[in-house]
């Protein structure tokens, strides 16, 4: 797989962080693998907590001349000096983001396994859609986005186009080919050293 063609890695935070030692073990992995992009994806509601995360983990990434967008919060957003927000509801809510947040902030949308509703949110000034999960138990119907959606959205659309959900070695190699980036977050923290963990989850890419 050429260079140019190689998927980039969007690295997903726990959904609980302890930042007296998340901040090291994040940036151990951004120095261990090329990541384009981090999605804080917190479990939080309090906006202090929130907060305190992404000041830590936008100074490793931003150290590193990685982006940093999180889930939904647009006033967070501005508020810390991060690059934009990762929408989890769709189309819906893209073009007040993009009207919010401006035309240089990233503005993306997870979409299910819905080819419309990706449809809609690159229609709408999406910077990217998500589609997932590729793997694992599924939506909550046990649904999993198709190989062949990411086949079709790479022939058809340009906007670019994420997998996530349930990656594993095995998916890397497969949806490689028909997808812009691979969206990994719990597949790797779990593990003792997460930096190696991701290594071998996306080793086939090169």
Known sequence: MAAK??????????????????????????????????????AS????????????????AHARDVAV???????????????????????????????????????????????????SAGEAGADYVAFGPIGGEGLGDGSLAPFELFEWWSEMIEVPVIAEGGV????????GPVTDFFAVGEEIWAATDSAQSLKRLVSCLG
């Open 5 to 42: 063609d190689r998927p980039q890695i969007t690295l997903i935070t726990p959904a609980m962080l302890d930042l007296d030692t998340f901040p090291d073990r994040l940036a151990l992995v951004l120095d261990t693998v090329e990541v384009a992009c981090l999605r804080l994806s917190l």
């Open 45 to 60: 509601r309090d906006t202090d907590s929130l907060g305190r995360a992404a000041d830590a983990c936008r100074l490793v």
């Open 69 to 119: 967008v999180i889930d939904n919060h647009l006033m967070l957003a501005e508020r810390h000096g991060l690059d934009g927000v990762h929408l989890t509801d769709g189309a819906r809510s893209v073009r007040k983001a993009r009207k919010d947040l401006g035309a240089d902030a990233i503005v993306g949308a997870f979409c299910g396994i819905s080819r419309h509703e990706g449809i």
């Open 168 to 175: 594993t070695e095995a998916l890397v190699a497969r949806f």
